[in-house]
């Protein structure tokens, strides 16, 4: 099955930067058709905040056009989110997720998440 691992979270002054990366592992992993980074704020429901199909093609929410980018590298089987200009309500637990995954087997998994990693934007 598998396995997302997120890294990259931190502390960060509003207007600051932060870079997150996932990396998706497995047995003889063929391809991951969609990443996808998704958050979730306490007490709301978790929100996709962009996703990368694995032709490049992306797809961001509004409230973080033109500030955060994500980008993958499929040899790597990695997804990256850039963030910049980051605001208070940037704050949230953010998820890597790969929607289905093909092994060199024809074994597919589907709809996978990562363990999260928590950004805070805070003055």
């Known amino acids: 099955q598998v396995q997302l691992v997120e890294s990259g979270g931190g502390l960060v002054q509003p207007g600051g930067s932060l870079n997150l990366s996932c990396v998706a592992s497995?047995?003889?992993?063929?391809?991951?058709?969609?990443m996808g980074w998704y958050r979730q704020a306490p007490g709301k429901e978790r929100e996709l905040v962009a996703n990368i199909v694995n032709d490049g093609q992306t797809n961001y929410r509004d409230s973080v056009k033109g500030r955060f980018t994500i980008s993958r590298d499929n040899a790597k089987n990695t997804v990256y989110l850039e963030m910049n200009d980051l605001k208070p309500e940037d704050t949230a637990v953010y998820y890597c997720?790969?929607?289905?995954?093909?092994?060199?087997?024809?074994?597919?998994?589907?709809?996978?998440w990562g363990q999260g990693t928590q950004v805070t934007v805070s003055s």
């Open positions: 497995g047995n003889n992993i063929l391809m991951i058709y969609t």
């Open positions: 997720n790969a929607d289905h995954t093909i092994y060199n087997d024809n074994t597919h998994d589907f709809n996978a």
